[in-house]
């Protein structure tokens, strides 16, 4: 089972910048994928970034392509989201969720029902 351990979360201004964090432990394989999810008031969960594969594969949804960077450290079993450029329709409850894969060729999907652990949530608010 997996422990997830987030931070980050916060009020910032349109046009701000905020950096999320994702600690990740329990995995008994060295292949996963990790990514970022939201889930606005009142919308569905969407898979926001992710790193699909166990090398450095990525997906964005398309309204944060320019703004927002994932990266990990796989050292330290850890994911960021560095976003940047913040608007007011990026506030949402920001969740990590990661999956072991069993070879490097596994992936998966940057969608909910892609992983199946998932962190607390950290909240994000965009607002003046």
């Known amino acids: 089972q997996l422990q997830f351990v987030e931070s980050g979360g916060g009020l910032v201004q349109p046009g701000g910048s905020l950096r999320l964090s994702c600690s990740v432990s329990g995995f008994t394989s060295d292949y996963y994928a990790i990514g970022w999810f939201r889930r606005a008031p009142g919308k569905e969960r969407e898979g926001v970034a992710c790193?699909?594969?166990?090398?450095?594969?990525?997906y964005y949804l398309d309204s944060v392509k320019g703004r927002f960077t994932i990266s990990r450290d796989n050292a330290k079993k850890t994911a960021y989201l560095q976003m940047h450029s913040l608007k007011p329709e990026d506030t949402a409850i920001y969740y990590c969720?990661?999956?072991?894969?069993?070879?490097?060729?596994?992936?998966?999907?940057?969608?909910?029902?892609?992983?199946?652990?998932w962190g607390q949530g950290t909240q994000v608010t965009v607002s003046s």
């Open positions: 969720a990661a999956d072991a894969l069993r070879t490097r060729h596994q992936f998966r999907l940057c969608v909910s029902a892609g992983f199946k652990s």
């Open positions: 790193f699909t594969h166990s090398d450095n594969r990525t």
